[in-house]
C-alpha cells in the first residue's frame, strides 16, 4: 500500500509539473505581445515594464524563466510560500488575497459536498430499492430538476423567493466565523450550499440508483441472500459498497473542481471565494491572479485525484495491484 | 454673473430638463425628499461589483472619476476645489485649503495663501503646509509614480517635466516661501489652471508617509486624509518607520472600503456649500452580483447605489412606479458616446464621406437601443452641455428628429471622390467589407444592423467585428491597425474645462503607435506616421496626398484657446468644436450620456457630483442612524 501511494504521489508531482508548465506556456511565451507588458497591467508604463520583467526574470531564456517561475512556487517568492507573486493592479501580494478567498471556497465547496451527499446518496439508494415506485419517480424528477436547472437561475431564483420576498433566509454574501459567529456564518451559507448542492445531489441521486440497481442484480447478491443475510446488510455491505465506487471517483472530482472555484455561486451570492476572484481577474486583467488560479484548480483537481485513488485502493484491493 | 454665464446657465438647465421630462422624473439634485431639515448623522452603506481603480487608489496617479469623487467630496481637500453639486454650478470653482490667491500681470506667477486650521487626520494630526502641496506635485512630477493625468502639469509648471526620478526632488516651479504660501511659476499662461489645481492628484500629500511608496500604486492603501472623513484605521497607522505601515484596516482592494469621520477635520475652514459632511461614514462592500446590489437597497440592507447600472427590469419600475421616483435620480454624467473615422482610412479620408456618414445615422435609434432618453440626450456636438455649453444647441447635421436625412448624406456623398456616377452611394471597392469595430455587449450589439443598415444607405458596406470592450479599444488605439470606423468609443471629461475635454482626444499629442486616444489621427504627422511603420505612413501619403494637403488639425487652435479666459476662452472653444465637426469631422456624436442611480428610503436628502460624475457624497444625508463601525463588511 505505501507503495502504491508514494507511486502516486510521484505521478501528482509530474502532473504538477506539467500543469505549470502549460500555464507557463500560455502566459509568458504564447502571446505575441511582450508578456511583460501584459502582466504590468491597465498602465504598462516602461517602468512598470522594467519591474515585471526584472521580477519575472524574464531577460533570461524562457527555459531558465519556468525554473524561476516553478522555484517562486513551490520554494516560495519574497511574499512567502507558496510564491503566488504580485498583482500589478492592485498593487498588493497574492498569498494573502488568494489563500483568504481559498479558504472561503473551501467552505462553500466542503459544505455543499455534505449536502449533495446527505441528499443525492440516501434518494439514489430509496429510488433503487423501489424502482418505478411513486417514491423513484418523485425522486427522479427531482433530479432532472436538479440537473437541468442551472445555478445562474436557481440562485437568484431562491435568493429572490427566500431572502428579499419571503425573507426567511438572509441575503448574500459572507460572513465568517471569527468575526460574525457560527450562526450568522452559517445562516449565510444556507442558501448558497443548498444551490450548488442541488446540481450535484441530482447527480449523485441518478448514479447511485443506476450502480445500485445494476449491483443488486449481481450473482453474489443473490447468493449473499440464499446465505440468509439480511436485506439491511445485503444491501449496505455488499450492495452499496460496489455501488459506490464509482460515486467516489466522482465526488473526488467534483470537489477538485469546485476547490478551484465555483464561479457561478459565489457570484450570485456575493461570496469572495477564489471563484469569484477569477471572475474579476479576468475582468480587470489581472493576469498573474489568473494564473495563480489557473495553478491552484488543477492542483486541486490533481490531489483530489489522488484521495480518490487512495480510497480506491482500500475500496478495492485489486486496484492497487494493478 | 454676466450675460454669457446666464445663457449658459439657461442652457444646461433646458438640456437637463428635457431629460427629466423624457424620463418621467428626477430633479436637478439639492432638494431633499423630505422637505425638511437635513440630518446629520448615519451611514451610506453602497455596494458596487468592483472598484476597477486605475491605480490602486493612489491620488497621484488614479484616473477613475468615482475613485476622484471619494478624494474630492470625503478625504482630501485641495487648494481650490468643487461644490460637489449637480449641473453646471457643480463644476465653479471655489476656494478649499487656499484662502486667496493672486497672479501676475503675464499670467505666468500664481501665488495661493493657505488657510489655517487644515489638518492632516490621526496620527499625524498637524497642519497642512505649503510644503506639503508642493510635494504632491513632486509626486506628479516622479516617473515611477505614473501620474495618469500628468500631462496637465507637465511642461506647464516649470521645471515639471514629469522625468523626475524620486518625489523627493524639488521642482524649480514651486517655491514655498513660508508654511501658508505656495507660488507657482507656470512656463504659460493657463486659462484652466485652477481646473487642473482641484484634481485629487494635486491634494497635499505629507512626506512622512509619502516617502514610503514610491511606486506607483503603492500610497493608495494609506491615502492620509486632509479632508472630513478618512479611511478606517488611518489612526492606528504607525508612522516610526518604513516598514512599520499596515495597509489601513478600512480598505480591502478586494472587498471594502470604509471612511469614517476625521476628528481633526475643522468645519469651519471649509464651507457648507461645499461639503455639508451630513454622514458620519461611508461603507462601500463588493457584491459581484448587480441584481443582488439593487434588491439590497430595495430591502433596506443597503442606502443606495453608487456607479452600479440597474438592471433594465428595475429600471422600468423606476420609470414607470410614481411611488418610486424619489428613489431613482438621472443625472448628466459629462460623457459623450460617438462613432469614430479614421481620417487615413478610405473611404473616410474625404471628408465629404465623413458628412454623409453624420447625416445619415439615426440616432433616434441608436437612442433607443440604449434605453431611451433617460440613456441620454442625443449628442449633436462632441462636448457634453455641462462642460461647453454654447454648443449644445449646435447641430451641423440636422434631420428631422434626428432619425437621419439620407437625401443630404446622398448629396454629400456624390461630392466624395469614391462616387464616381454621382448617385449618391459610394461605388469604389473601399466601401466594401469596411471593418466596423464594435464592443460585443449591449446596447453595441444591438447597435450594429442600424448601423450597417444606415451605411448601406450611402453606399458603405461593413463587416462587423464585435469585440470585447478591452480588446475593442486595445484594437482601434493600435494604429497600425488602420480601424476606418469603430463604434465602441465613448469619452468623458477629466474636468469642466473643454481641454479636459478634447486635449488627449482631439490634439495630435493624442496619437500614439499603441495606446492612443485620438483614434481618428486628426493632426498626424509624417513623423508620427513613419514611427508607426510603414503601413500607416503609406496610408498617411495616400491620405495626404504625400504631405500635399495635411490632415485637419485643431492642435493651433488648441493652443490658441489654452491662454484665454473667460468669454473669450469660450468663444474659442466653440470656433473649434465647429471647425472640429464641419470641416474636420472625426467623429458622430449621438448619445450624452447619464448616470442613474437608485437610492433607497433612508436618504432624505439627495445630491450628485457634477465633478465625479456620481452621487455627492459631500452633501448626501441619510436617517439610518448607523454607526460605520459597525456595518458587516465580511
Known sequence: ?322 | MNFKRTARLFAVVGVLAIVATACGGDEGGGASPTGGAVAKGGTYRTAIEDFGFTNAFDPTGEYLGTAWGLYSDLILRNLVTYKHIDGVPGDEIVPDIAESWETSADGLTWTFHLKSGVQFGPPLSRDVTSADIAYAFQRINTKSLIAQYGNYYAGVIEGLTGDAKSPSTPISGISTPDASTIVFTLTKPTGDLLYRFAMPATAPVPEEVGKCFTKAGDYGRFVISSGPYMIKGQDALDTSSCDAMEPFSGYDPDKFMVFVRNPNYDAATDSPDVRSANLDGVVITIDTNTDDIFNRIQSGELDGSWASLPPKTLEQQYLTNPDLTDNFHINGGDRTWYITMNLLVPPFDDVHVRKAVNFVIDKVALQKVWGGPPHGEIATMPEPPEVLPETAQLDPYPSPNHEGDVAAAQDEMKQSKYDSDGDGQCDADVCNNVLLVNRNSTPHVDMSPILSENLAQIGINVKIRELDTGTAYTTIQTADNLIGIASNAGWGKDYADPYGFDFFIFHSAGIACSGQVNYSELGMSRAQAAECGPKVLAAWNAATDNGKTPLPSVDKKMDECYTLTGDERSNCWVELDTFLMEEAVPWVPYLWATVFTVTGDSVTHWEFDQFSGALSWAHIAVNNGIDPNSVPVG
Open chain 1, 1 to 322: 500500500m505505501g507503495r502504491y501511494i508514494v507511486r502516486r504521489l510521484v505521478w501528482v508531482v509530474f502532473v504538477l509539473l506539467v500543469i505549470t508548465f502549460i500555464s507557463y506556456m500560455i502566459f509568458f511565451v504564447m502571446p505575441s505581445k511582450d508578456p511583460a507588458i501584459i502582466f504590468a497591467g491597465r498602465q504598462p508604463t516602461p517602468e512598470l515594464v522594467a519591474e515585471v520583467r526584472h521580477q519575472f526574470g524574464l531577460d533570461h531564456a524562457w527555459p531558465v524563466q519556468y525554473a524561476l517561475f516553478v522555484k517562486r512556487i513551490f520554494l516560495g517568492d519574497q511574499y512567502g510560500w507558496p510564491g503566488l507573486g504580485f498583482s500589478f493592479n492592485t498593487r498588493s501580494a497574492l498569498k494573502p488575497i488568494i489563500l483568504s478567498r481559498l479558504l472561503v471556497t473551501i467552505q462553500l465547496a466542503l459544505g455543499a459536498a455534505v449536502v449533495w451527499l446527505l441528499i443525492g446518496i440516501p434518494i439514489g439508494i430509496l429510488s433503487a430499492l423501489k424502482p418505478r415506485s411513486v417514491f423513484d419517480r418523485v425522486a427522479m424528477g427531482f433530479a432532472l430538476f436538479g440537473v437541468s436547472a442551472p445555478v445562474f437561475f436557481i440562485g437568484p431564483l431562491f435568493l429572490y423567493i427566500f431572502w428579499f420576498k419571503l425573507g426567511v433566509a438572509p441575503g448574500s454574501g459572507y460572513y465568517s466565523i471569527g468575526q460574525y459567529g457560527l450562526g450568522t456564518w452559517f445562516s449565510h451559507f444556507i442558501m448558497p450550499w443548498i444551490v450548488l448542492a442541488l446540481l450535484f445531489a441530482a447527480f449523485y441521486a441518478r448514479m447511485t440508483r443506476a450502480n445500485l440497481i445494476e449491483t443488486m442484480g449481481q450473482d453474489y447478491i443473490r447468493t449473499a441472500r440464499a446465505k440468509g443475510l439480511s436485506e439491511r446488510r445485503v444491501v449496505l455491505k455488499h450492495g452499496l459498497r460496489a455501488s459506490l465506487t464509482p460515486v467516489v471517483t466522482m465526488f473526488g472530482l467534483d470537489l477538485g473542481g469546485l476547490l478551484g472555484g465555483a464561479f457561478i455561486t459565489e457570484t450570485v451570492f456575493n461570496i469572495p471565494g477564489i471563484g469569484a476572484y477569477a471572475i474579476k481577474s479576468v475582468g480587470s486583467g489581472d493576469l498573474y491572479a489568473i494564473l495563480d488560479i489557473t495553478i491552484i484548480a488543477g492542483f486541486f483537481i490533481t490531489f483530489m485525484n489522488l484521495v480518490v485513488d487512495v480510497l480506491y485502493a482500500f475500496l478495492d484491493p485489486r486496484v492497487r495491484y494493478a
